[in-house]
């Protein structure tokens, strides 16, 4: 499992401006991704995912962005609430496992 | 629609106590499930998953076991808890198909050791 220790990177963000976290995968075989939210104390909440065969998907105010060829995943969120504030973290799939990063803390400041 | 139920919600036992947490999935037939511990500030860490009932794949040694004794229900349980074993508990459900498998979590368990 991945270690990182107790201090999440933190993003700071406007209410009202546009977010954006960052997530480095490792497997550049991995063909599924997918976004969680996670707010204290509760399970991760599913956002969205991408398939390897695109390079981006768009939901409501999120959208996910696949770069293959650095191995980097990103989750836009736009005009950023307070409820959005949380930990989002990305996961990779492999053969029935994921592979989970540890998270970005999103503050949303008023 | 399809719920995943966790309990209990916390947990506070004495080391070296026994201990039995269960999950139970609504709403879907055969689910892949999964148990997963959260430490403070880091990563989901896989311990079991399970693709039918009986059948359990252990990702990390340690002092925790699994059963599947039904479909929809996925249990986790140690026969002495550890100092270590505190923790955020996940279980979590998903369906294999060709195109991918999304994961959905329970609530979770907190389990505090003292």
């Known amino acids: 499992g991945e270690s990182v220790g107790l201090h999440l990177p933190t993003l700071s963000v406007q209410e009202g401006d546009n977010s954006i976290i960052n997530c480095a995968y490792s497997?550049?075989?991995?063909?599924?991704f997918i976004w969680y939210k996670q707010e204290s104390g509760k399970g991760p909440q599913f956002i969205i995912d991408?398939?390897?065969?695109?390079d981006k998907r768009q939901g409501q105010r999120v959208t996910v962005l696949l770069n293959k060829t650095v191995k980097h995943l990103s989750l836009q969120i736009a005009a950023t609430q307070p409820g959005d504030s949380a930990v989002y973290f990305c996961?990779?799939?492999?053969?029935?496992?994921?592979?989970f990063g540890t998270g970005t803390r999103l503050k949303v400041l008023a | 629609s399809q719920t995943i139920h966790q309990w209990p919600a916390t947990l506070v036992q004495p080391v070296g106590s026994p201990l039995s947490l269960e999950c139970t999935v609504e709403g879907t037939s055969n689910p892949n499930l999964y148990w997963y511990r959260q430490a403070a500030g880091r990563g989901l860490q896989l311990l079991f998953y399970s693709v039918g009932i009986g059948q359990i794949s252990s990702e990390v040694p340690q002092n925790l076991s699994a059963s599947r004794p039904q479909d929809r229900q996925f249990i986790l349980s140690s026969k002495k808890l550890l100092l270590s074993d505190s923790g955020f508990y996940l279980c979590a459900w998903g369906l294999g198909t060709s195109g991918g498998e999304t994961q959905y979590f329970g609530p979770g368990t907190r389990l505090l050791v003292l």
């Open positions: 497997n550049s075989a991995s063909d599924y």
């Open positions: 996961a990779e799939r492999g053969t029935y496992k994921y592979i």
């Open positions: 991408i398939r390897s065969n695109m």
